[in-house]
């Protein structure tokens, strides 16, 4: 086979690979690999015979000219190169079973489906009243939303559970794979009840904070993080009693009967702070938190409902005056 005019060597041999040699049944067989790490079972789960399970890995390690899985005594382990290719093929088939999904929901009348993660705060205001904007273009579409933290979500678009994501990137090395959006950064406040022992003190001290009992993000949330750090960086303990969660509805429950403290966009609470069932507290943590924006993937072909979320997303921003006297140069 000749190479196509204007094609690197490199590219030509990638096409051939995916034309001519790869099958469903490598990527399907690849996928069960990742989640068993036995041949046996995941021959099974490919509904496979063991024997034709280990000649489509020969076959595939034989065109590649690397080494995919390790054999050992109790099954195998995939290699670097067999990793990047278990989860490219469960990207491949996740594609193929949103086109399924997609199709289906449009057989039966349906707008269709887009998948959205997200970080909290966009979610108090940017995110709903895009949704809104949304419904008002499309019929009987389907928003799933759901909320946890930027590196979590950013590895579920990577595999392609999620089809937009208001966050950070905050794993370099997923850079060159994801295109970003910035909107704004965020300024975190210390929010208590009115009654709280420290409302309405002035000259407050971070010792004093580091021995309250907190409400805090998971570990491995950038706030958590730098929560941490900024106490540690003033030679103080980080707070021992802690309750740990996303829910802002949780936090707000427990701000109003304890004296616990949380660390919150003022967005999230603007109506108990309006209402004066909370109030912030007159400190300055100082946390730099890097700027959050939409994310989606490099190369990847959004599908109609998607897009148009993206749109409506686009346009929310815009029209939002605030967020754009705070978005960063860039």
């Known amino acids: 086979m000749s190479t196509p ?4 060597p490199q590219t030509a041999a990638s096409v051939r690979f995916v034309r001519s040699h790869l099958k469903m049944r490598h990527l399907i067989l690849l996928v069960e690999l990742g989640r068993h790490a036995s041949i046996v079972t995941a021959a099974k789960a490919a509904r496979l015979t063991q024997p034709a399970a ?4 020969s076959d595939l390690e034989h065109v590649l000219g690397v080494q995919l899985f390790e054999r050992r005594a109790r099954g195998v382990e995939p290699t670097w190169s067999g990793k990047m290719l278990i989860r490219r093929a469960g990207v491949a088939l996740a594609e ?3 086109a399924h999904l997609e199709l289906s929901l449009l057989l039966s009348g349906m707008g269709g489906k887009v998948a959205i993660g997200s970080v909290l705060t966009p979610a108090a205001d940017i995110l709903a009243r895009a949704i809104k904007l949304f419904k008002s273009r499309t019929v009987n579409a389907n928003v799933v939303v759901d909320f946890s933290t930027s590196k979590s979500m950013v590895e579920r678009l990577l595999d392609g559970q999620l089809d937009l994501v208001l966050g950070r990137i905050l794993d ?3 850079v060159p794979l994801l295109n970003f959006e910035p909107i704004t950064d965020e300024v975190h406040h210390i929010i208590v009840r009115p009654g709280h022992p420290l409302a309405g003190r ?3 001290q971070l010792e004093e904070l580091a021995q309250q009992s907190w409400i805090v993000p998971p570990t491995g949330s950038i706030l958590r993080d730098r929560l941490t750090a900024l106490f540690l960086s003033e030679g103080l303990n980080p707070p021992l009693e802690t309750v740990e969660t996303l829910s802002t509805s949780l936090a707000v429950s427990l701000l109003a009967t304890t004296d616990m403290v949380v660390a919150l966009p003022r967005e999230l609470v ?3 702070l309006d209402s004066g069932q909370l109030v912030a507290l ?4 100082g946390l730099s938190m890097d700027v959050y924006g939409v994310i989606t993937r490099q190369g990847h072909v959004l599908s109609p409902s998607a897009e148009a979320m993206l749109m409506a997303l686009r346009e929310t921003v815009a029209a939002t005056p605030s ?3 705070r978005r960063p140069a860039v």
């Open 96 to 98: 193929m079973d949103a």
């Open 282 to 285: 007159p400190f300055d943590l």
């Open 270 to 272: 603007q109506q108990q």
């Open 5 to 8: 005019p204007h094609t690197d």
């Open 323 to 325: 967020l754009r006297r």
């Open 172 to 174: 370099t090395a997923s």
């Open 54 to 57: 280990s000649r489509l890995i």
């Open 202 to 204: 002035s000259g407050l």
